[in-house]
């Protein structure tokens, strides 16, 4: 599996490399994920306490030849299913028309659960969770961290 490096920066001045994994091997290419599913998010943010952003993405390395793809818009969704406390990570970069892409997904004990599926499986669990995160709030705690160059 290909490994994106994420450098998160905390506020109080520490830094937390996080491997994500290449999502391109489940979906032939990166999936894609409408600008409509972010309107919900940005409600879903507002109406609920366990849902929260911050800024945090200090660089962002690819998977080929360590390039730097850090000027871009992206988003590290952070999440834990409260039931089965289970992590969740996806990482999406955001398009000019305001959709997105899943570009990797985590942590590292996920992507091997869902490596092991077979790909129709895998892509519906991950589409399943993704639509999730807007469907039922108390579900998971969410946090979502955006690039620290954003004003």
């Not at 600008?35 to 609920?48: H, P, Q, S, V």
């Not at 409260?82 to 997105?100: A, Q, V, Y």
């Not at 039922?136 to 955006?146: A, E, S």
């Amino acid at each position: 599996m290909k490994s994106w490096k994420v450098i998160l920066k905390i506020s109080n001045g520490s830094e937390k490399e996080v491997e994500l994994y290449d999502a391109k091997s489940y979906f032939g290419g990166y999936l894609k994920i409408k600008r409509g599913y972010f309107n919900e998010l940005a409600k879903t943010i507002k109406m609920t306490k366990k849902y929260s952003t911050g800024k945090a993405i200090e660089r962002v390395i690819g998977p080929e030849n360590d390039e730097d793809w850090t000027a871009n818009p992206w988003m590290l969704f952070i999440l834990k299913d409260t039931e089965k406390n289970k992590p969740f990570w996806f990482f999406i970069k955001r398009e000019k028309d305001l959709s997105g892409l899943l570009v990797a997904i985590g942590p590292k004990s996920y992507a091997e659960y869902t490596n092991k599926q077979n790909n129709s499986e895998a892509r519906r669990e991950i589409k399943r969770l993704i639509n999730y995160i807007i469907a039922y709030l108390n579900k998971f705690n969410c946090l979502i961290l955006l690039p620290n160059f954003l004003t």
